[in-house]
């Protein structure tokens, strides 16, 4: 404890010694104060010398005593660069005489240091946030470490190989393309006798699906997605005695967008949706078309940018556009139907400008449970369109699958308006049958 001692009255005068001579010196000397300037550095320097004579001699007191008390790492944080440690300060400032020094050494050593705090703060060069960001050296082991030799016969020795043997090098491009989609078959079969006490009538119905999907990602800025969706559901009606079946569901729709990356996150995207139909639309016991493939044809362009989304480990994703500048195509190629999908009547086309938003998710709920939404809305700020479609899926098992489909549409650019609906558009079903997805 006396070598301690002795050590922290060295260190005490060296800080004392730095605090009383080692303030910058004034850069602009004239005659008057040549002297007293000379006076400092010579008192420098002789501060330099005693301090090394009591260094040599602290070293060879160190060297008779034993090893603990030879390699105190406790002084590493007085000779190293100096660090503004918050224990020193807190020590220092605190009421509670059990958080001052754990004993003489340690007590000494944090007034030493605050002595250099508080009178040369610029001598600070580092802080302790700054050293646990930089973190430790080498992480501690805390098991043993334990090699398992295997013992084994010799084996026959490899055949000499010739090193002059041709190589070939293969180069393969990284592919950025990927592929995908999923398709359903499912069908809903209902029998109702003549005599059934509620009535109603026997009827058979089919869905088909199929959704491809190619899209490019270089990883850097450039993503381009593709997606072609088909639809096609039948029904059979034995009150309908104008039609063998009808059309339940009827889509063509292929969704582009070229996207460059702005952020993590957000791109600048042009995005593409272009869908029409397969089949004549007609109504029960009405020989009236109500629409038609190409009748309507729909080609909207946006400009704008879009959110990737990936959400709750992977289960949330899709993506989130807007468009503030957005046109507009619309072909019909029966006159007959340009009134009813808002064109004038006689003509094939209309165009228009507006703003665009599109929301396409698909949140997994789990393996069982899937919900795909699609939500459009397209307004020329005169006129608007919203889609808003909903799918959830029952995975039974890796083929067999049921399917609940939930339509809200509104559209007041028709010429057509419900008394009790307005322009508001509603369509919903049910089905059981195959899925796959690849």
């Known amino acids: 404890m006396k070598h301690k001692q002795i050590l922290i009255l060295i260190i005490l005068e060296f800080f004392c010694a730095v605090s009383c001579f080692g303030a910058p010196i004034n850069k602009h000397h004239n005659g008057r104060n040549i002297s007293r300037d000379s006076f400092i550095v010579a008192s420098y320097i002789d501060s330099l010398k005693a301090c090394k004579v009591h260094m040599d001699s602290l070293m060879y007191a160190a060297d008779t005593l034993d090893d603990d008390a030879g390699s105190d790492a406790r002084f590493f944080r007085v000779f190293a660069p100096l660090t503004f440690y918050y ?144 639809k096609l559901g039948f029904q059979t009606s034995s009150g309908d005695t104008l039609h063998n079946f009808k059309t339940t569901e009827d889509l063509i729709r292929y969704t582009g967008k070229l996207g460059l990356q702005a952020s993590k996150n957000w791109y600048y995207t042009l995005q593409l949706i272009a869908y029409t139909q397969f089949m004549r639309g007609y109504k029960s016991n009405d020989p009236e078309v109500y629409s038609d493939i190409l009748s309507p044809l729909n080609i909207n362009l946006s400009l704008g940018m879009s959110y990737s989304v990936n959400a709750f480990n992977g289960k949330l994703t899709g993506s989130l556009q807007m468009a503030p500048i957005a046109y507009n195509f619309r072909y019909v190629g029966r006159k007959s139907l340009a009134t009813r999908y808002g064109l004038e009547e006689g003509s094939h086309t209309m165009n ?15 393996d069982l449970i899937k919900w795909k939404t699609r939500l459009y809305g397209y307004t020329t700020y005169e006129r608007t369109e919203v889609e808003w479609e909903n799918t959830f899926t029952f995975q039974f098992n890796k083929y067999i699958s049921t399917n609940i489909f939930i339509y809200p549409r509104f559209d007041d650019g028709s010429s057509v308006r419900h008394d009790d609906y307005g322009y508001w558009q509603f369509k919903e079903y049910a089905s059981i049958g195959f899925a796959y997805s690849f």
């Open 87 to 230: 224990s020193v300060a807190g020590h220092t400032f605190s009421i509670n005489d059990k958080y001052k020094g754990v004993d003489d050494v340690s007590s000494a050593i944090d007034d030493a240091l605050m002595s250099v705090y508080v009178n040369h703060p610029e001598y600070v060069v580092n802080t302790e946030s700054d050293l646990s960001k930089i973190g430790s050296l080498h992480e501690e082991i805390t098991s043993p470490i334990r090699h398992k030799v295997d013992y084994s016969r010799e084996e026959a020795s490899a055949p000499d190989v010739s090193l002059d043997a041709p190589v070939e090098i293969v180069i393969e491009k990284p592919n950025f393309w990927t592929f995908g989609g999923d398709y359903y078959l499912q069908f809903l079969q209902n029998y109702v006798s003549s005599n059934w006490y509620k009535g109603g009538e026997s009827n058979y119905s089919m869905v088909a699906s199929t959704t491809l999907q190619a899209n490019y990602n270089n990883k850097q800025k450039v993503k381009f997605e593709n997606k072609l969706e088909l």
């Open 352 to 366: 228009d400008v507006g703003s665009e938003c599109t929301i396409d998710l698909t949140w997994a709920f789990s």
